[in-house]
């Protein structure tokens, strides 16, 4: 349509979503469907924090908050970013947003000029290039290696640099590969960005959702050169299970944070009131809640990992982080919409083709739910497996 801006009209639309509200839609039905194209935990927010939120509500918390956030929240996301991941901000250096999608987005538009390239690894969260492109920059996707456990290597990186390069995007642990940086290989992707003065955005959204042996590493945590290089991207979405309350936050060097707060304050204003005080619960109550969810997801995952191994014809990565499995596909000979088309229609199985994340030949599959629904999906899969 003409009257769309060109901007909008390069931009496509986010796949994900597409194929959970086919499989909605056909749940609401009535019929049968075993969804594994989650993106959030299937269990309620807290009841600690919602009281929060409500007693918030209930005080007339529920006007403007400065564009920023309100400054208790702020002072806690710069403890919890000292204390646990090692990083030091001051809360003038937090911004909080609607959401760490919309963290990535103000990132982005803070930083990106017109031409601009950004390096993506992929394959990528769905957003990522979109964003990239909304504000008139190139994305460069960089596809990575199933044997590099489908992480960036330094090398890689170097060689798709020009002298265009602005920034690269990391996600540890990442959607959709559930990949896990270690801090040797963060230091030395660090390395090529120091050399350019690249900009990181670093999207730790799934930091608490990190199993096995591996740890979380913040960039930004391993040099003064790196921190004032890097936007460090946090919410609560994920390990609070508090996707609709859309709080985020971003955590930068002074020019870009006031760079934030300044574009928020133009747009979007303050994060929802009320949701700021939830998510200052979330850091400051004690709960065992991420540590529970941590504990069944893993569950979950090694149950997944050793189903999925055992699938003929289809790869996968053990995944150290996140909540979701890569799998690859290729031996099927179908692209990723027509499989995830075919597995959802005949099959009764929901999961992301992976073309929304620049990879074709896989299909991402997520374990947001029971393991009764995880076994009957992964059995359903497998015979899908075997008849292709
Ligand atoms: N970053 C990544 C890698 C994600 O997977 C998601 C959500 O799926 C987000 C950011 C957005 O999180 P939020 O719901 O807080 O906007």
């Known amino acids: 349509m003409e009257s769309i801006s060109s901007r909008i009209e390069k931009v496509s639309p986010s796949l994900t979503l597409s194929i959970t509200n086919q499989a909605k839609a056909m ?20 009841e ?59 990132a982005i538009m803070a930083i990106i000029e017109e031409g601009d390239e950004v390096i993506i690894p992929a394959p990528y969260w769905v957003s990522y290039p979109e964003m990239v492109r909304l504000v008139g920059g190139e994305p460069v996707i960089v596809e990575t290696k199933e044997e590099n456990g489908w992480k960036i290597t330094p090398e890689e990186f170097e060689a798709n640099m020009t002298g265009r390069t602005k920034m690269i995007i990391l996600n540890t642990p990442g959607n959709p590969t559930g990949a896990v940086y ?34 979380h590493v913040s960039i930004a945590s391993l040099s003064k050169e790196l921190y004032d290089l890097t936007i460090t991207i946090g919410g609560f979405s994920k390990a609070y299970s508090m996707t609709g309350w859309r709080v985020g936050y971003t955590a930068a060097p002074k020019e870009i944070a006031e760079a934030i707060a300044n574009l928020q304050g133009h747009t979007t204003s303050n994060a929802c009131t009320f949701s700021q005080y939830g998510a200052l619960a979330a850091l400051k109550e004690e709960s065992t809640f991420i540590e529970d969810l941590r504990a069944e997801y ?11 191994a055992a699938i003929p014809n289809v790869s996968v990565v053990e995944p150290e982080g996140a909540f979701y499995f890569l799998v690859n596909c290729e031996q099927l000979g179908m692209t990723s919409v027509n499989l995830c088309d075919k597995l959802l229609n005949r099959y009764r199985v929901a999961a992301v083709p992976g073309i929304a994340f620049g990879n074709d030949n896989c299909i991402r599959l ?23």
């Open 182 to 215: 270690t801090e040797e290989e963060l230091r030395a992707i660090g390395e090529v960005a120091l050399m350019e003065d690249i900009i990181i955005l670093s999207d730790e959204i799934y930091e608490k959702l990190i199993y096995g042996e591996a740890k």
């Open 48 to 106: 600690f924090i919602k009281e929060a939120c409500i007693k918030a509500i209930q005080e007339g918390k529920t006007k403007y908050t400065p564009a920023a956030g309100i400054p208790e929240l702020r002072e806690a996301i710069a403890e919890k970013l000292k204390d646990e991941n090692g990083i030091d901000y001051d809360p003038r250096q937090i911004s909080v947003n609607s959401g760490a999608k919309h963290s990535c987005m103000n």
């Open 366 to 388: 997520s374990y947001c739910t029971t393991l009764d629904v995880l076994n009957e999906g992964l059995t359903r899969f497998e015979e899908f497996c075997k008849s292709h």
């Open 298 to 308: 893993d569950v979950r995952r090694q149950f997944m990992y050793a189903r999925l």
């Open 27 to 46: 749940k609401a039905r009535g019929e049968e469907v075993y969804g594994l194209a989650g993106g959030e935990p299937e269990m309620d927010t807290p």
